[in-house]
């Protein structure tokens, strides 16, 4: 019999700790054997089930229960964008409450943190018991810049409602919410950067590049085009939701990603495109090239490709820099 086949079926299609099943009769040689990944000290992952986020993370928290996984870990499961250097770092971070007789566990493959975390910090998502968004959030402050925190908050409370009376999807946690989670604290590393995003968070982006296109927009002077507008055509049979909006102008500004070059994507961008001019708006197009290549600008001096499209649209409206 084959040492997968010889392991209890309790074990067979989930992370497990290694005392859970020494405790069940499972000999050290069968947990050594090659279809166990063991890169979490404590713990053995079946190789059928891969190596993702979710996958360790349950791991980690089999070989440790009372923690709770945490900081770009915790980020990873909510689905929130992070920097590519924390995208693709392999260690977990887990958190351990804080008492006067615990101290931080470090485990191979795993980063362990303390704090004092309140009934309102964790919950459970897939089946593991993580922090909340909102702590996420400050957890998060003291590893990113204000613009990378600012779009973590933006995809924390993004939702849209929808005119034509779909049901939205619920954020994952209300700004009100966010913003009551930051007020309260106090003295904590990070919590200038988190105040400092907070104030630049707003509802209604759906992707890390729209955050940074508004961004850099206002950072170079434009005004803040807002989010969540709806234009109506033909009498609101049909509407158009453009990514960042200049109502006073007319003006939809539109961020095309890499899924946009499929060709059934691109249909939908044309025919979106048409909606737009059909109501009397002009659309901008912003690709992800626009975001870093630079151009000069009369007024704005050099600044993103992106920043002197939306200007020369603006300008076309009459606005001019100041």
């Known amino acids: 019999m084959s040492a997968r086949a010889a392991l209890p079926p309790e074990f067979a299609l989930r992370p497990f700790a290694v005392r859970e099943a020494i405790a069940a009769g499972v000999s050290a040689d069968r947990l050594r054997g090659h279809h166990l990944a063991a890169g979490i000290t404590g713990a053995r992952i079946p190789a059928e089930l891969g190596g993702s986020v979710a996958v360790r993370a349950r791991a980690a928290i089999a070989a440790?229960?009372?923690?709770?996984?945490?900081?770009?870990?915790?980020?990873?499961?909510?689905g929130l964008p992070l920097p590519r250097r924390l995208q693709e770092a392999e260690l977990l971070h887990v958190t351990h409450a804080a008492t006067p007789r615990t101290s931080a566990v470090h485990?191979?493959?795993?980063v362990g943190h303390?704090?004092?975390l309140s009934e309102a910090d964790v919950t459970v998502r897939g089946g593991v018991r993580v922090t909340t968004p909102a702590r996420v959030f400050l957890d998060l402050a003291s590893e990113l810049t204000v613009d990378q925190l600012v779009a973590v908050g933006d995809a924390m409370v993004c939702w849209h409602a929808d005119p034509r009376g779909f049901e939205p999807d619920d954020p994952l946690?209300?700004?009100?919410?966010?913003?009551?989670?930051?007020?309260?604290?106090?003295?904590?590393?990070g919590v200038r950067t988190a105040r400092a995003a907070l104030e630049r968070v707003r509802v209604g982006a759906?992707?890390?590049?729209?955050?940074r296109l508004r961004l850099m927009l206002v950072d170079a002077g434009l005004p803040e085009p807002e989010l969540n507008v709806w234009?109506?055509?033909?009498?609101?049979r049909r509407v158009v939701?453009?990514?960042?909006?200049?109502?006073?102008?007319l003006l939809s500004v539109q961020y095309d990603g890499a899924h946009h070059a499929d060709p059934r994507q691109h249909a939908l961008d044309i025919e979106r495109a048409d909606l737009t001019a059909a109501a009397g708006w002009t659309e901008v197009r912003i690709a992800a090239a626009d975001l870093s290549a630079l151009v000069v600008v009369p007024g704005l001096g050099i600044v993103p490709r992106a920043v002197?499209?939306?200007a020369a649209a603006l300008g076309a409206q009459g606005w001019a820099p100041r």
Do not use: F
């Not at 440790?64 to 909510?78: F, I, K």
């Not at 939701?241 to 102008?249: F, I």
């Open 231 to 236: 234009i109506a055509v033909n009498g609101r």
């Open 241 to 249: 939701l453009p990514d960042l909006a200049y109502r006073q102008q």
């Open 173 to 189: 946690v209300s700004l009100v919410d966010l913003q009551r989670r930051v007020a309260i604290v106090r003295r904590r590393r």
């Open 206 to 211: 759906d992707s890390e590049p729209e955050t």
């Open 308 to 310: 002197a499209k939306v």
């Open 107 to 110: 485990r191979r493959g795993v």
């Open 114 to 116: 303390l704090a004092v």
């Open 64 to 78: 440790m229960p009372t923690a709770v996984v945490s900081h770009t870990t915790a980020a990873a499961l909510w």
